[in-house]
């Protein structure tokens, strides 16, 4: 059995990866590989790709373990959809297939593990990455997609800025935090911050992007538009619906919201148990 423990860290448009070899009674074997003017998912798929190279040229090895940090970008290799990392898995299908014909009792596994969590062997890895700077000597040429992202990056750091000092931002849009109680940053990679937690529903999706934005059917943002307007409401301490009564006080609505105000995850719940919560379905008034 080999396993293989690796990082990538990306600095001034150099990837560096690290790799650490452990086999049973052996040393173990540590490989450096640099990559210039790549992308993250890239360089990680690059760092995979070495690491699968080296693994299967070892003699009497049938067991592959591989421990990363970033699980989500060995899932492309098993994705048949197309995609912008075709190349990168192509090599290592290809790696892994010549292994697999060599003995059918050859496997490889995939581990996750988060550098938060400090494990021994991955932190010795990971600091390395991080400390390890590369000086180039020769100019290189940036390409396109790199250009892109650093654009990308750019328009989000300036939308960041203006939105924060925004008056809107505080009386409109609601901040959250993710499964591990951390604010939600605004990012475009990994599927997004926000989409992944209800891309699996279209209407759920379009009644969060309501509630987020506080642009939803109420009484609350209709008067914005229609100040002289008059509503009727059922309920004795509020004269028009507003976004925090139906999240945290409304008895019309089964308050799974209120187990955690500030997770996304329930949020997701709220609106999920409440299908005609921030909907076309219900009436203003």
């Known amino acids: 059995m080999a396993i293989v423990i690796s990082d990538t860290s990306i600095k001034s ?7 650490h070899i452990h086999i049973h009674d052996n040393p173990v074997i540590k490989t450096l590989h640099h990559v210039v003017n790549i992308t993250s998912i890239k360089a990680k798929l690059f760092a995979i790709r070495c690491d699968i190279n080296q693994a299967t040229q070892l003699a009497n090895i049938n067991y592959i373990v591989i421990i990363i940090n970033s699980i989500y970008a060995a ?3 098993f994705d048949l959809s197309v995609h912008l990392y075709q190349i990168q898995v192509s090599i290592i299908s290809s790696e892994l297939r010549e292994f697999f ?8 596994e995939f581990w996750d593990c988060p550098s938060c969590n400090k494990w021994t062997l991955h932190n ?15 100019p290189y040429k940036s390409s396109w997609e790199f250009n892109r992202k650093n ?3 750019e328009i989000l750091n300036n939308w960041k800025i203006t939105f924060q000092a925004s008056d809107d931002k505080e009386r409109y849009f609601l901040d959250f935090l993710d499964n591990n109680l951390n604010p939600i940053e605004l990012s475009y990679s990994k599927g997004g911050s926000w989409l992944k937690f209800f891309d699996h529903s279209n209407s759920l999706c379009a009644r969060a992007t309501r509630v987020i934005t506080n642009h939803a059917p109420i ?5 914005k538009f229609f100040s002289q307007e008059e509503f009727s409401y059922s309920c004795e301490q509020y004269l028009i619906k507003i976004r925090w009564y139906i ?9 799974y919201w209120n187990l955690r105000q500030d997770t996304i ?8 148990f409440n299908n005609n919560a921030f909907s076309f379905g219900e009436s203003i008034s």
């Open 124 to 138: 010795i890895v990971n600091k390395k990455t991080k400390k390890y700077d590369l000086v180039l000597i020769f």
């Open 219 to 223: 009484e609350e943002y209709h008067l």
């Open 247 to 255: 999240l945290h006080e409304c008895r019309r609505f089964k308050n």
């Open 101 to 108: 014909k060599r003995n059918h009792r050859n496997s490889i």
């Open 265 to 272: 995850a329930h949020f997701v719940l709220f609106l999920e």
């Open 151 to 153: 654009r990308y990056d």
């Open 13 to 19: 448009q150099v990837a560096t990866s690290i790799t």
């Open 75 to 77: 899932k492309w290799i």
